[in-house]
């Protein structure tokens, strides 16, 4: 199994980039691909979830800013990310099969198999 993320990039305060993560060795179509993030000094922390039929979970910090979505025919999770703001800063890194866990709150947790490589996201102030 293997998860290529190609993206990442610097952005201006205020703009948008689309990240990708393409998964291979898969010997079904995974049900859960999701995003984390992790910025210098802090822990890693889930951005959003997605399952093959499309519903999608975000963190609170994200929420109505990232899109998440994922094309099961060619196996190629996005990540679209908009109204970027430098708090956004930190390595992404795409992850893949695994378990969520949800609560009647809306609060979720994701704890995923497989990890790609993280790419490097940085929004200039």
């Known amino acids: 199994v293997q998860l290529v993320e190609p993206g990442g990039g610097s952005v201006e305060s205020g703009g948008s980039l689309n990240l990708s993560c393409e998964a291979s060795?898969?010997?079904?179509?995974?049900?859960?691909m999701g995003w984390f993030r992790q910025a210098p000094g802090q822990e890693r922390e889930g951005v959003a979830v997605?399952?093959?039929?499309?519903?999608?979970r975000y963190s609170d910090s994200v929420q109505g800013r990232f899109t998440i979505s994922y094309d099961s025919s060619v196996k190629i999770m996005y990540l679209q990310m908009n109204s970027l703001k430098p708090e956004d800063t930190a390595i992404y890194y795409c992850?893949?099969?695994?378990?969520?866990?949800?609560?009647?709150?809306?609060?979720?947790?994701?704890?995923?198999?497989?990890w790609g490589q993280g790419v490097q996201v940085t929004v200039l102030s």
């Open positions: 060795g898969f010997a079904y179509n995974t049900y859960y």
């Open positions: 992850a893949a099969d695994g378990r969520l866990s949800t609560e009647s709150s809306g609060a979720w947790s994701y704890a995923p198999s497989y």
């Open positions: 997605t399952t093959r039929h499309g519903f999608g």
